[in-house]
């Protein structure tokens, strides 16, 4: 089959683009330059970064003799006022691809594009037809979800719980960059966490099924003033990263039942993460960390999914 379902997705972290055929993706990425020690990039660079690199991540894409839809990610979330400059750049990019082509432009949200990129990964794009639960752990969210069919959106996305205050992402590499690794720091704190052989507790801080993270951040600045080892603090970041996640996990199923659950975005890159909640829990999925970090294939799968809802209208 030919991979001719092309999605784009530009956020404050990566420029991403994607093929799908119904079956497979191949994805493009490029990280967006970081100066040392900072975490992160302004909008107005990001936009100018995406500028300059779409084209080069193109150039990671073997394109068909002819698309036949185009999706972008237009705004992190399906929400009001949900809105970040960054997502112009895909959108404009998707937009003219679709006028020259000839072909349908459909719009997402970057956390729709995560969840179906994750669905995909563990081959259970079939979940969409009924109602499941789906996180999104990145940087910018730490959110529970509940998921359930929708004619125009695929997916309808309802939170059940949120962090209050910091997030899941930027724990991980505020801690990273004490730690004095590079951003994004996620790969370097894992690799730093697994060689720890002590033992260790982080206690999870919830509010219903909201979670609070910024005192996970005060620990670590405290251990580091005590001259706690790197490992043990690596560790202890990501053992509360993973308590926090179980203990929403747990008011998510206790509230909505016996759903299957997904895990999405950067964070649940993390095979230590996915290892001790796989320990932990029955029914749940996770996605290989290429299609689980910043990518375009679940836009790409969205753009298929609503080429093929378009069909099936049309022949009713």
């Known amino acids: 089959m030919s991979l001719d379902f092309l999605g784009l997705d530009t956020s404050n972290y990566t420029t991403s683009a994607a093929l799908y055929d119904g079956e497979r993706a191949v994805n493009s990425s490029m990280l967006l330059p970081v100066k ?13 970064h995406h500028t300059r690199q779409l084209p080069l991540v193109f150039e990671g894409l073997e394109f068909p003799s002819s698309l036949r839809a185009v999706a972008a990610s237009v705004r992190p ?15 404009g990019a998707a937009e003219m691809i679709a006028r020259t082509h000839g072909i ?3 719009h997402t949200s970057h956390q729709i594009g995560h969840i179906l990129a994750a669905l995909y990964s563990a081959r259970r794009l079939d979940m969409t037809d009924e109602p499941f639960i789906a996180f999104h752990v990145s940087g910018g969210t730490t959110d529970c979800l509940y998921c359930t069919p929708h004619r125009d959106d695929i997916l309808e996305v309802k939170e059940i719980g949120t962090s209050l205050d910091l997030k899941a992402g930027q724990l991980i590499d505020r801690t990273g960059l004490m730690l004095g690794l590079d951003f994004p720091c996620g790969i370097a704190l894992e690799k730093l966490a697994v060689s720890y052989e002590g033992k260790i507790k982080a206690q999870p801080v919830m509010k219903g099924g909201n979670c609070c993270l910024s005192g996970f951040e005060n620990k670590v600045q405290q251990f580091l003033r005590e001259g706690h080892p790197g490992e043990e603090i690596a560790y202890y970041t990501l ?23 997904i895990y999405a975005g950067g964070v649940m890159s993390d095979r230590l993460i996915q290892q001790r909640l796989a320990q932990s829990l029955d029914n749940v999925y996770f996605s290989e960390p290429q299609f689980s970090r910043d990518n375009a294939a679940g836009i790409a799968v969205f753009a298929y ?7 099936q209208a049309r022949d009713q």
Do not use: I, W
């Open 305 to 311: 999914l609503m080429s093929q809802r378009r069909q």
């Open 36 to 48: 040392q020690g900072e975490a992160g990039v302004r909008q107005s660079d990001a936009v100018f």
């Open 77 to 91: 979330r399906n929400v009001k006022d949900s809105y970040m400059p960054c997502f112009l750049c895909g959108q």
């Open 104 to 106: 349908p432009c459909y």
């Open 239 to 261: 053992d509360a990263v993973y308590r926090t996640v179980l203990s929403m996990t747990r008011h998510a199923l206790d509230e909505y039942g016996s759903l299957p659950v």
